[in-house]
């Protein structure tokens, strides 16, 4: 597998553990215990000031120790609010150096400048898509994936709905076939839930599990994810 680690976490290794949090989540929480790295959803913020961003990202800092995946998602995939793409680049420029990863949509008009000022800094890119309606065939995934290859990410991140259990078969055949490229893999939804634990057993370098904040349709607990699978997600305790 490509060699690829987000802050002083390798992934790969074992199941990973990623947590959304919201600026209110930063301040109101006190432990994140059981969580590997944390996900700044800025477009979740109720202060989306490139100061108010930058002060919440040196909080979640100092007091979490965690790495920091730096999320600012476009409304047309899931965003909380419509942010236009230039204050979009502004919030991303503004907190580099206090962010371990930059996650941006691979089909936005400014997924490039992103990752290219990413990769300038030595930070870890996230090149993602969603699909909140339906599972692509496995020819569209594989586009998909080689989309996000040739804007020079370093992972790329699909999540998708599945209808049916045959959508599930698809994203499984598609998690292994390219699992050693550096991919996070999610089906998203009540039918999808399940898929949050066997695919980062078989290729998926990270899931998504909350605290408070869901960031996606059948996202599971930290509770949840130890209590289905505590043997596997060994640094998920009680919190």
């Not at 941006?104 to 993602?128: C, G, L, Q, Y």
């Not at 699992?179 to 039918?191: P, W, Y």
Request: hydrophobic share 40%; net charge negative.
């Amino acid at each position: 597998m490509t060699n690829i680690s987000i802050g002083n976490i390798p992934l790969g290794e074992k199941v990973i553990c990623v947590s959304p949090l919201t600026d209110i989540d930063v301040y109101s929480i006190e432990s994140v215990e059981g969580v590997d790295i944390i996900e700044l959803r800025i477009d979740m913020f109720s202060d989306i000031s490139e100061k108010g961003t930058s002060d919440t990202f040196t909080v979640a800092r100092d007091k979490f120790n965690l790495p920091i995946i730096a999320t600012c998602r476009s409304h047309r995939e899931g965003g909380a609010v419509d942010i236009n793409d230039n204050l979009r680049l502004k919030l991303f420029k503004s907190v580099i150096d206090l962010s371990d990863a930059i996650d941006i949509e691979i089909r936005s008009k400014i997924s490039k400048d992103v990752i290219s000022f990413a990769k300038d800094h030595n930070k870890t890119t996230i090149a993602s898509y969603h699909d909140f309606k339906q599972t692509p065939n496995l020819s569209t995934l594989e586009d998909i994936d080689k989309m996000g290859r040739d804007q020079n990410s370093d992972i790329v991140k699909i999540a998708v709905t599945p209808i049916n259990y045959n959508d599930l078969r698809t994203l499984t055949e598609f998690t292994l076939k390219y699992h050693n490229k550096g991919i996070v893999t999610i089906a998203m939804g009540e039918l999808g839930r399940t898929s949050r634990l066997f695919l980062p057993l078989i290729g998926s370098l990270f899931t998504f599990a909350s605290i408070k904040t869901i960031s996606a349709p059948g996202q599971l607990t930290i509770r949840e994810l130890r209590q289905f699978f505590p043997a596997v997600v060994k640094t998920c305790k009680d919190l």
